[in-house]
């Protein structure tokens, strides 16, 4: 049942998502045919090409916010409109009908993602020639953000020693940050939609009021653990009597900072994610009341 | 075997008691019609036995089963607006109700779609109100369910779509299986109802056979519904 769900999900979402996708590619395809023209290499054109650059990016991150809105409406619509009235007549359980939502949102977002990061790589690649691309990336991890007499005699620092991750673990906390990060909206999205319900009248005012305090409590909550986890060892540091800010002390703040903030994040997002996922299963099995 | 059955049912919105300690049973085989006047509990009653509304307190079962999926896949839903997604073809619901219900006969459906003249590449929301409630009819009438519950089936088509929509009823149910309509239109159903339950404020005022109305008042089913619905 829940493969059945997930198809007609997919196959419902996919009216709007397959066209997001396609304008992606388009995107990018006009950015690669302006990167093969010579106007980049004209100086006079540089305000151009910045603010081509600028557009590119808020395309992206628009299309990117487009699909999230869709999906929390697709979602609205297919269990609490009109049409919950097909939907929650099924023959499955409101949890599994909840899952295959949750799935089918969370494949379109990362799908979104996959093809945001594949739309930066080709870009980067058709500006620099796409045998390069490592080896920008290695230049990033080894570029020199510190060098000598920015801080104290012979010290120098690389991002990877100011950030203390190298390329190959900050990719993999990219890409679990990324994860989480999808699986969070889309629980805080659907989990506000769900708990909305809850609200005798103005259903969707108390989805949105619900989305605006999580939205507000989430921002609390990483500045308290950011301040917890990444600023009180520099203050404990600056605290110290007698500390001087040279070089490997100052390296050690700028990694106590840096380096817990993937790992705080992701558990932030996941926690809360948890938290929304389990009340939204709560409320679709004991709570339901359709207008 | 009893088919329906609720048990002291109570349901409040905020602090109004929409029904009040409903208690009923349903067996098979019977065309229940469900009456009363506007806001007297008809489709809360439907909803909560769908499972679309959670009950305040009270039981309800179906085939001895709690409400829940076991109860979806032997109840048929008829609900009284359009329920469908407007983009999809005739084609892709009838595809969808063939994935989800186990008892539903596609051959049925584009048959009675066929003497309809409706067309099932049609996407629904070219149609006029009254041929997409035809539809949805024709698609709740080709399950082959224990209980179909009709809200208000005929209450936006023309006298001559009544017609059709009644012997579609009629014709497309198993006698074992049961109906439940809820209608303000009595005299136009009264002609198939066996039993009648009233309901009046949340309160059921009356369950009984329609033979017993006619026998013991003299009376037909409309005439008593005016009689005890007296403004």
Known sequence: MLGKLIKHDFKSTSKVMVPISIAFVAITLL???????????????????????????????????????????????????????????????PQKIFHSKMLVGCTWLLF?????????????????????????????????????????????????????????????????????????????????????QLYAKHKVVGAVLVYAGTYLLMQILTTVTIFLVCLKPVLDILATPEVELEGAVFLQMMRSIYRPMFPSMILTQLGAGILLHIASIVIVNKKVNLD | ????????????????????????????????????????????????????????????????????????????YLPDHSYLNDWMRVRDIIDYFEDFYEDFESIRAYDMLAKLKINPSDK??????????????????????????????????????????????????????????????????????????????GVIRLHTFVDDIRQKEQKSVDALFREVFKC
Do not use: W
């Open chain 1, 31 to 93: 950015g690669v045919l302006f990167l093969g023209t010579n106007l980049m290499q004209q100086e006079e054109l540089l305000p151009l090409t910045i603010t081509l650059l600028i557009a590119y990016i808020l395309m992206l991150i628009t299309l990117t916010m487009i699909s999230q809105i869709y999906l929390i409406v697709h979602f609205y619509r297919n269990m609490f409109s009109s049409q919950g009235y097909l939907t929650f007549t099924l023959p499955a359980s």
């Open chain 1, 112 to 196: 979104i993602s996959v093809l945001t990061v594949v739309s930066a790589l080709i870009l980067i690649g058709a500006a620099s020639g796409f045998e390069n691309i490592s080896s920008i990336i290695h230049e990033i991890f080894s570029m020199q953000l510190f060098t000598n007499g920015n801080l104290g005699t012979d010290f120098s620092a690389s991002f990877t020693e100011v950030i203390g991750y190298n390329s190959s673990q900050l990719l993999l906390l990219f890409s679990i940050l990324t994860l989480i990060s999808i699986y969070y909206n889309i629980a805080v999205g659907y989990g506000s939609v769900t708990i909305g």
């Open chain 2, 1 to 76: 075997m009893t088919l329906l059955e609720c048990k002291h049912l109570t349901k409040k919105f905020g602090k109004r008691n929409v029904l009040s300690d409903i208690s009923l049973q349903v067996n098979g085989g019977h065309i229940i019609g469900l009456l009363g006047p506007n806001g007297s509990g008809k489709t809360t009653l439907i909803k909560l036995i769908c499972g679309l509304l959670t009950p305040t307190s009270g039981e309800i079962y179906v085939n001895e089963m709690p409400i829940g999926t076991s109860s979806k896949k032997v109840i048929s």
């Open chain 2, 124 to 201: 629904l929301k070219t149609m006029s109100k009254g041929t997409k409630e035809k539809v949805q009819l024709i698609l709740v009438m080709s399950r082959r369910a224990d209980l179909y519950i009709l809200d208000e089936p005929i209450a936006g088509v023309d006298p001559a779509a009544r017609d059709y929509i009644l012997d579609t009823i009629l014709s497309n149910y198993d006698e074992n299986a049961s109906i439940l309509i809820s209608t303000h239109l009595i005299s136009d159903i009264e002609n198939i109802l066996d039993q009648v339950i009233f309901l009046q404020n």
